[in-house]
Structure formats: C-alpha cells, structure tokens
C-alpha cells in the first residue's frame, strides 16, 4: 500500500517561530488533508489540498502531487499551535477506500 | 451542525467484555470509518464502509465487527475486549464519489481494556 512519512517527528519551537512540517507519499495521490491534534486529542481538519496552496490564517500548505510531497507552513507560532499534525492521503490505486495517515509530527511551542 | 458525533466518549472494560461504540454523521456522507489510535501513533483503519450496506476490512481487523445500521450510523463492537485493544477510536466520514471529498472525524473514544 501508499506509505506516508512525516518529517520532523519533534519539533521545539519558541512563540513566534516560523516552521515548514513535510509529508512525504509513496505513489501518486487523489487527495491529501493535514490534521492537527489537539492536547486534547481531538482531530481539527487544516486543509484538504490534493494539489497547489491554501492559506488559512498563520497557516499554510502546498503540495506538489508530481513531486509526492506536501508542506504544512506555520507562522508567528502560538502556543495554541502545539499538538500533532498529520497528513493524510488517499489514493484510488490503494486498496480499500480509506486515508493513510503518516506518523505525525509533534510540535511543542513554548511561551 | 453536529457533524460527526461518537458515543461513549470514555469507557473502562474488563478483559472478555462486550461493547458497541456509536458513530452518527448528519453530512448526508455515503462513506464511514472507524480507525484506531494507539499511544505516540498514527491512525490506523479497522472497517469501514464504503456506502449504506458494505462494509469491508480495514488494516487492524481481529477482534472487531462493525454494522452499518443506516446512511446516518456505523457501529463498532468489541465481543471480547483485550487489553490490546486498549486505544482511541476516532470514527469518520467522507463522501467518495470517484474522487474523495473532506473526511471529518469524530471526538473519539477513549477505551481502556483492563
């Protein structure tokens, strides 16, 4: 099946830090959504970008599907922004109509 | 708007007990899933169904059955919980209509097999 590899897998940021998390995929995708998963686990959907960028606030993603990379941009960092994000992709080649999902990367933004 | 809405949101079970975790969606979503969360983890596919009256395996199976009672609810039962299956339970739903449109996922479910 598709394998999805997130990277940095930690990441210590200072309030007001800029950070660029990647998501790599193994084959091509139809779609592609970032998470992020509050202290309290619940699971907030960031974007759904199969292709091309949105911005969302201090927030943004690209990703370049030839390439089979995606990049979760955060800005001026807030401690609000700790937690973990997760990117997620399906593909119509998988087996199973299901998203796969990397293995995250925790951010801890510190005041 | 409601979205996706999970029941209980907390449980502590025995070893060899039984329980149905609930899941509703109100998106008017053909598909739905129930995927696992274990500690420091990803998030990994149990069932899911792909419309009202499918449902099909998922990667982490065993030990687990699902019922897809309607459109709106799709169930998760554990016959006879393992301490292995202690985790968080997150359901989804998405429409897939040659493509895939937004997934969004439930509050989850704390389950705690002792």
């Known amino acids: 099946g598709i394998q999805v590899e997130q990277s940095p897998p930690d990441l210590i940021l200072q309030e007001g830090a800029n950070s660029t998390l990647r998501c790599n995929f193994s084959d091509s995708v139809n779609n592609l959504q970032w998470f992020h998963q509050n202290p309290w686990g619940q699971l907030i959907n960031l974007f759904y970008i199969p292709s091309g960028t949105k911005q969302n606030g201090r927030l943004s993603a690209t990703t370049v599907a030839t390439e089979r990379y995606s990049l979760l941009y955060i800005s001026s960092s807030q401690t609000t922004d700790s937690g973990v994000y997760f990117c997620?992709?399906?593909?119509?080649?998988?087996?199973?109509?299901?998203?796969?999902f990397g293995g995250g990367t925790r951010v801890l933004v510190k005041p | 708007n409601a979205g996706v809405t999970q029941t209980p949101k907390f449980q502590v079970l025995k070893t060899g007990q039984s329980m149905t975790l609930q899941c509703a969606q109100d998106?008017?979503?053909?598909?739905m899933y129930w995927y696992r969360q274990d500690p420091g983890m990803g998030l990994r596919l149990i069932y899911y169904?792909?419309?009202?009256?499918?449902?099909d395996k998922g990667e982490v199976p065993n030990g687990y059955n699902v019922s897809r009672l309607n459109k709106r609810e799709f169930s998760l039962r554990l016959e006879s919980a393992a301490p292995s299956q202690t985790s968080v339970y997150f359901c989804?739903?998405?429409?897939?209509?040659?493509?895939?449109?937004?997934?969004?996922f439930g509050q989850g479910t704390r389950l705690t097999v002792v």
């Open positions: 997620a992709v399906f593909s119509l080649k998988a087996a199973g109509n299901k998203l796969t």
């Open positions: 169904s792909a419309s009202e009256g499918t449902t």
């Open positions: 998106m008017n979503h053909n598909s």
């Open positions: 989804a739903s998405s429409e897939v209509n040659g493509g895939w449109t937004e997934a969004f």
